[in-house]
């Protein structure tokens, strides 16, 4: 089972950036990888044309209807189990198995360590966040169901070989909450989350235009009705240059599994931003745009159907996997709600962005200085009124290269962050004892 490696994820492969970069690196590096978990969302080009990675599906298992809420509950952890530890015996030896120890903890971590013990391989747990806290945020924090999983992951945690964790202070939490000694390993943005060129934004425009009404152009100059224009971009018929289009709206992008969006419709639908245009201040129109998936987002696509605004738009397209990377490198500025239920982990979504050296307002969570740097590479706020406020001071006398927003984005160009390839190589790549 020699440079074999196994990473699991209990969830959808598509969904797991970081596991998919994980499999990347060890390919790169000459392992051979079974990355196995559920195919719900297409993971990316990268991972499937690897001829490193075999991707081992997980039937997701649905319909356990019977008997009371509890009953269900263990049921389904038993099959859960039982699926995996086949599916994890049947694949060929790995000398590791990494495992995302992202909710549910149950039953993964006792079930790949069972696995690790018949193949003999070494157990490496990536700590996202921890389940238990994520279920005592729907069965509050003295549910018995909260206490077993916070008690599971205590002692099936401290069996692992090697632990990795996204920030530091989940580190310390490990140690001090768990006795587990762990390495972090930050989320760094893959190497295609970059700025986006503008022939390329007008591309994107371009073809978002046929679709999304916010992407087409506002308004038609009598002299040059040209077909090559978008609402940010036009191309010049003649020299074939794209240029920025004048008073073009400024292009805020947020992207939400559409349960944090409480705080973005609230700054939305109240009426400050729109407010402060009537009262005078030079902003721009604004286009939202609102990426990723989540059973709530019906829900709110209705409430934004009915919000009427004159200077704000906000679209919710279905982007490939490939454009998204493009739409955050030509955005003008990210919004994260993302709220940690531990309070240990950072927003992926804030990574990509930093990558494509996109400014943020991030919503305030405890660990979120150790990738925001409030007033820096961006502001962070704590309520809707404090980003409608945040919105003006960036956007006054947009879109001129003055201004806090552009200082922001420089200063991220200067800092020119490691990518996760070689952050992984300096820190994962000597647990595994070298192949090479």
């Not at 982990?345 to 962005?353: C, E, G, N």
């Amino acid at each position: 089972g020699e440079g074999r490696v196994c990473v699991a994820v209990l969830g959808d492969l598509g969904r797991s950036p970081r596991m998919q970069y994980h499999a990347l690196a060890l390919a790169r590096h000459g392992r051979e990888v079974a990355l196995l978990g559920y195919l719900q969302t297409r993971p990316h080009r990268d991972v499937l044309d690897s001829e490193n990675i075999r991707l081992v599906p997980v039937a997701d298992l649905r319909g356990l209807r019977v008997g009371p809420k509890l009953f269900q509950y263990f049921l389904k952890v038993l099959v859960q189990s039982v699926q995996l530890l086949y599916m994890l015996l049947r694949i060929d030896q790995p000398s590791y198995i990494l495992l995302q120890q992202n909710p549910p903890g149950l039953p993964s971590i006792a079930v790949a360590w069972v696995a690790g013990l018949w193949w003999g391989s070494k157990l490496i747990i990536d700590w996202h966040n921890y389940g238990y806290t994520i279920m005592s945020l729907s069965h509050g924090r003295s549910h018995p169901l909260v206490l077993i999983a916070e008690w599971y992951e205590k002692i099936f945690g401290r069996l692992s070989d090697y632990n990795l964790c996204v920030t530091d202070a989940m580190k310390k939490d490990l140690w001090v909450n768990f006795k587990i000694k762990a390495v972090t390993l930050y989320d760094k943005p893959a190497s295609y989350f970059k700025e986006t060129p503008l022939d390329l934004q007008h591309n994107l425009y371009m073809k978002l235009a046929k679709a999304y009404k916010p992407f087409k152009p506002r308004y038609y100059r009598a002299v040059s009705p040209s077909a090559d224009r978008s609402a940010f971009t036009e191309r010049d018929g003649k020299s074939g240059n794209v240029v920025k289009a004048r008073g073009r709206p400024a292009l805020l992008i947020s992207s939400t599994s559409w349960t944090d969006l409480s705080a973005l419709t609230s700054v939305l639908s109240s009426p400050d931003y729109e407010r402060f245009i009537k009262e005078g201040a030079e902003l721009p129109a604004l286009v939202c745009v609102i990426t990723g998936k989540g059973p709530l987002k019906d829900y709110y696509n209705g409430l934004i159907q009915k919000l009427h605004f004159k200077h704000i738009q906000i679209c919710t397209p279905w982007l490939e996997a490939e454009d998204y990377p493009l739409l955050l490198g030509s955005a003008d500025l990210g919004v994260c709600l993302h709220k940690s239920s531990s309070g240990l982990d950072l927003p992926m979504k804030v990574v990509d962005m930093f990558g494509c050296c996109l400014p943020v307002c991030a919503i305030h969570f405890e660990c979120l200085h150790e990738l925001v740097k409030h007033n820096e590479n961006g502001l962070i706020f704590r309520d809707s009124q404090e980003l409608a406020k945040q919105l003006k001071m960036l956007f006054l006398d947009f879109p001129t290269l003055g201004g806090k927003l552009h200082s922001f984005r420089e200063n991220l160009r200067a800092s020119r962050q490691p990518r996760w390839d070689q952050s992984w190589d300096q820190i994962v790549l000597p647990l595994l004892g070298s192949k090479e």
